[in-house]
């Protein structure tokens, strides 16, 4: 099923691009549009209207150098510098490397990211808008990219869950999911006390609102939280253990097996994601993201009460 999709406007107006639908899950492949070219004010405007409905966009056989990929993301709003910085591109701290790939023998991705289920900088006070990914070298096999409606997700929730969790918030921390991912990849750098200060733990509300459709959304995920502020210890990790486990049901999931030159552009408020193991004895893969941010007041927008 296609869809076309053009600006809202009394007059007719060519087509600007078209969508299809990637899963019943979520997602939807936009078909006609070149990202390496600035897109339009309606462009952006119908982007933005298909991701509130889809949480995730597919792009296919685009070609991206750095700044075609800046100027889009920016299209989108103003972007986050890379909290990662080992792993930024040389002299650019907008665009996160990630994947094995080694240059002079020097490991210039990340190779361990994201393995578990996250929404990308959760750890912020105003989390990021969105995210665009750009698959500038993928594995025939393997490296699969899941992702979560976390709509979907919060609707299916029984009403005395969504009652209870109305009120309640996590606790997320870059710190522990650090701490963490050193203990898997031991390979990865001590975290310095200038980093640990720089993002200190964070609370968020159990749900949050698309200010643009009202939807709600569950707003939890493994990778960054660590637990309920409002509930003791083994109640809140209960909690927490319960509602991620829901979220990654496969009826709200949709997984992108990638091909050069896909773009994946998400919302973080809608989806959560995780990457997934491939041979890297075998095969490199070079992954771009650049990191849309948000701002205190679009973040007090999701707010509920
Ligand atoms: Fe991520």
């Not at 007719?12 to 691009?17: E, G, N, T």
């Not at 975290?191 to 720089?198: E, H, I, P, Q, S």
């Not at 993002?199 to 939280?225: C, M, S």
């Given at each position: 099923?296609?869809?076309?999709?053009?600006?809202?406007?009394?007059?007719?107006?060519?087509?600007?691009?078209?969508?299809?639908?990637?899963?019943?899950?979520?997602?939807?492949?936009?078909?006609?549009?070149?990202?390496?070219?600035?897109?339009?004010?309606?462009?952006?405007?119908?982007?933005?209207?298909?991701l509130?409905?889809?949480?995730?966009?597919?792009?296919?056989?685009?070609?991206?150098?750095?700044?075609?990929?800046?100027?889009?993301?920016?299209?989108?709003?103003?972007?986050?510098?890379?909290?990662?910085?080992?792993?930024?591109?040389?002299?650019n701290?907008?665009?996160?490397?990630?994947?094995?790939?080694?240059?002079?023998?020097?490991?210039?991705?990340?190779?361990?990211?994201?393995r578990?289920?996250?929404?990308?900088?959760?750890?912020?006070?105003?989390?990021?808008?969105?995210?665009?990914?750009?698959?500038?070298?993928?594995?025939?096999?393997?490296?699969?990219?899941?992702?979560?409606?976390?709509?979907?997700?919060?609707?299916?929730l029984?009403?005395?869950?969504?009652?209870?969790?109305?009120?309640?918030?996590?606790?997320?921390?870059?710190?522990?999911?650090?701490?963490?991912?050193?203990?898997?990849?031991?390979?990865?750098?001590?975290?310095?006390d200038?980093?640990?200060?720089?993002?200190?733990?964070?609370?968020?509300?159990?749900?949050?609102?698309n200010?643009?459709?009202?939807?709600?959304?569950?707003?939890?995920?493994?990778?960054?939280?660590?637990?309920?502020?409002?509930?003791?210890?083994?109640?809140?990790?209960?909690?927490?253990?319960?509602?991620?486990?829901?979220?990654?049901?496969?009826?709200?999931?949709?997984?992108?097996?990638?091909?050069?030159?896909?773009?994946?552009?998400?919302?973080?408020?809608?989806?959560?994601h995780?990457?997934?193991?491939?041979?890297?004895?075998?095969y490199?893969?070079?992954?771009?993201?650049?990191?849309?941010?948000?701002?205190?007041?679009?973040?007090?927008?999701?707010?509920?009460?």
């Amino acid at each position: 099923m296609e869809m076309t999709i053009a600006p809202s406007s009394t007059r007719p107006l060519a087509p600007v691009f078209d969508l299809a639908p990637l899963s019943a899950a979520l997602g939807a492949e936009v078909v006609g549009l070149d990202l390496s070219r600035p897109p339009s004010e309606a462009i952006v405007t119908a982007l933005r209207s298909a991701l509130d409905r889809f949480g995730v966009l597919l792009f296919r056989g685009q070609h991206l150098d750095p700044d075609q990929h800046i100027a889009f993301s920016r299209a989108l709003g103003p972007l986050q510098e890379v909290a990662q910085k080992q792993y930024q591109l040389a002299n650019n701290p907008f665009i996160y490397v990630i994947g094995n790939v080694q240059e002079g023998g020097r490991q210039v991705g990340d190779p361990s990211v994201g393995r578990l289920w996250h929404s990308d900088q959760s750890f912020l006070p105003s989390p990021a808008y969105g995210s665009v990914l750009f698959g500038v070298q993928c594995p025939p096999e393997g490296a699969a990219t899941l992702f979560a409606n976390m709509y979907a997700a919060y609707e299916a929730l029984p009403a005395d869950v969504r009652e209870r969790i109305g009120d309640l918030h996590a606790v997320h921390s870059f710190r522990e999911y650090y701490e963490l991912l050193r203990h898997r990849d031991p390979t990865q750098p001590e975290l310095t006390d200038a980093r640990r200060n720089a993002f200190p733990d964070v609370v968020h509300p159990l749900a949050r609102r698309n200010p643009r459709t009202g939807r709600l959304a569950l707003f939890i995920n493994p990778g960054y939280a660590i637990g309920i502020k409002e509930l003791p210890g083994a109640e809140g990790e209960e909690l927490l253990a319960f509602l991620c486990a829901h979220a990654c049901k496969p009826e709200f999931v949709y997984a992108h097996q990638w091909r050069n030159g896909d773009v994946l552009i998400w919302d973080n408020l809608a989806v959560n994601h995780k990457g997934t193991e491939f041979d890297t004895a075998r095969y490199v893969r070079r992954m771009h993201r650049t990191t849309i941010a948000s701002t205190p007041d679009a973040y007090a927008a999701t707010l509920i009460h």
